[in-house]
């Protein structure tokens, strides 16, 4: 069974960045669609950011383009999103999570599309 696990979230100032991380186990992340989502305090559980590494294609949401990149690391099994010019409103616990890649169509962003989830790791940036 996959198994999805969650690193390198913390306290930041606004303006600076942070680099999460995402081990995967129990499967090789090339063969899912490998997504980020968040969830602030008293909102509901948002999609940031995915990847799709054959046929590679990603995909942000608005809120995040030009600021956040994923990324994978084939030799690793690890997804990785590196966050800059972080905002007091990216705070949130971040989430990893992986779909099984049955077609090269267009990525998940939805929360019920995605079938495996870490248990997350908390952002908080200061304003």
């Known amino acids: 069974q996959v198994q999805l696990t969650e690193s390198g979230g913390g306290l930041v100032q606004a303006g600076g960045s942070l680099r999460l991380s995402c081990a995967v186990s129990?499967?090789?992340?090339?063969?899912?669609?490998m997504a980020w989502f968040r969830q602030a305090p008293g909102k509901e559980r948002e999609f940031v950011a995915a990847?799709?590494?054959?046929?590679?294609?990603?995909n942000y949401a608005d809120s995040v383009k030009g600021r956040f990149t994923i990324s994978g690391d084939g030799a690793k099994n690890m997804v990785y999103l590196q966050m800059d010019s972080l905002k007091p409103e990216d705070t949130a616990v971040y989430y990893c999570?992986?779909?099984?890649?049955?077609?090269?169509?267009?990525?998940?962003?939805?929360?019920?599309?995605?079938?495996?989830w870490g248990q997350g790791t908390q952002v908080t940036v200061s304003s």
């Open positions: 990847i799709r590494w054959i046929g590679y294609s990603t």
């Open positions: 999570a992986a779909d099984p890649l049955v077609t090269l169509g267009t990525i998940p962003t939805k929360i019920y599309e995605y079938d495996y």
């Open positions: 129990g499967g090789t992340f090339s063969r899912y669609y």
